[in-house]
């Protein structure tokens, strides 16, 4: 059973970083898409990058591009989200999420994903 568990989230000051990480188990972890989204109450849910399955192409959103960065390790089966220069907007839960195939135009679409995780807080306040 295809299984992702999102862990790393907690409270940072303007300008910290954090590092997140989602465990995969129950599948193949490069035969998957994976993308990293944010919520915030009220809100929709909001692609912050993904890396494709195919060749391990990367892509941000234009809000975190510069400041997060997004790897795969398929040994350790785990794709991380790696956030520096964090800012009080960056505030939301965090998921991670994995398709087995989603078009490269679609990959910041939370629609295109099929399994996800439980969520991580992120909370960027003095």
């Known amino acids: 059973q295809l299984q992702l568990v999102e862990s790393g989230g907690g409270l940072v000051q303007p300008g910290g970083s954090l590092r997140l990480s989602c465990a995969a188990s129950?599948?193949?972890?490069?035969?998957?898409?994976i993308g990293w989204f944010r919520q915030v109450p009220g809100k929709e849910r909001e692609g912050v990058s993904c890396?494709?399955?195919?060749?391990?192409?990367?892509f941000y959103a234009g809000s975190v591009r510069g400041r997060y960065t997004i790897s795969r390790d398929n040994a350790k089966r785990t794709v991380d989200l790696q956030m520096n220069s964090l800012k009080p907007e960056d505030t939301a839960v965090y998921y991670c999420?994995?398709?087995?195939?989603?078009?490269?135009?679609?990959?910041?679409?939370?629609?295109?994903?099929?399994?996800w995780g439980q969520g991580t807080q992120v909370t960027v306040s003095s």
């Open positions: 890396i494709s399955r195919s060749d391990g192409s990367t």
């Open positions: 129950g599948f193949t972890l490069d035969d998957y898409t």
């Open positions: 999420a994995a398709a087995r195939w989603v078009p490269p135009q679609f990959g910041l679409r939370y629609e295109a994903y099929d399994s």
